[in-house]
């Protein structure tokens, strides 16, 4: 699957790829899940992405340029006791914090949905600061920062698990929006993400700190998944 995509991405002159993996039947079709290349993708700052979220892989080429560090795309659980949210899914890259950088340990696991195909469990680093976006469209930012302070290393949820903790945690629960992903890039990249919108003119939304019930082009219904 790896070398199929890599193939693929040389064939389009493509930075990032993204596929609906659980809805196409890759394993019914005799094929893998694309998880391990997305991982490998990510380590060499391509865009491997979950689920077909345009969304998502567009936040993560941006923060990849901007940056030089790739992204984590997340399904966030609200913990209300402890201010956090755990982020969670079963593509979780080894070398968050750049190409350099020194891998993260992991589990080789199935994935997680069905039990069946291959994905890593990684443990993430932990004891600094992290990003979390979401651009919508080409308009909107969504973002925010939060402190990487558990990466668990337990059964439930998604395989690869990061604990962010936050401010203001009911605040998000209660200005959700735009679909469950959210993408996570370790560091507080806040002044140079502030300084694109503002050349892009993308509207810089945070998640947490803003009044966003009311904010034109936000997508609020219940159904949007990635």
């Not at 039990?115 to 979390?132: E, I, T």
Request: proline share 4%; with cysteine.
């Amino acid at each position: 699957m790896y070398v199929a995509m890599k193939n693929l991405l040389a064939q389009h002159q493509a930075d990032a790829i993204t596929m609906n993996c659980l809805g196409m039947g890759l394993i019914d079709k005799g094929m893998g899940y694309p998880c391990l290349g997305f991982v490998r993708f990510n380590n060499e700052l391509r865009a491997g992405v979950c689920e077909a979220d345009l969304k998502s892989t567009m936040t993560q080429l941006l923060f990849t340029y901007l940056v030089g560090r790739t992204g984590f795309v997340t399904d966030p659980v609200f913990d209300l006791a402890t201010n956090t949210i755990i982020h969670a899914h079963c593509v979780g890259a080894t070398q968050m914090e750049g190409p350099d950088s020194r891998p993260s340990p992991y589990h080789i696991r199935t994935h997680l949905e069905d039990g069946r195909g291959v994905s890593l469990q990684v443990r993430m680093p932990v004891g600094g600061k992290v990003s979390m976006a979401r651009l919508i469209g080409t308009d909107l930012m969504l973002f925010s920062t939060g402190d990487a302070v558990d990466s668990p290393f337990v059964d439930r949820a998604c395989r690869t698990k990061l604990t962010m903790r936050v401010e203001n945690i009911e605040k998000f629960l209660e200005n959700w929006s735009c679909g469950l992903h959210r993408v996570v890039f370790y560091g507080d990249h806040t002044r140079d993400l502030r300084r694109l919108c503002r050349f892009k003119q993308i509207r810089f939304l945070r998640e947490g700190i803003d009044d966003l019930q009311n904010v034109p082009g936000l997508e609020w219904e219940p159904h949007v998944h990635a």
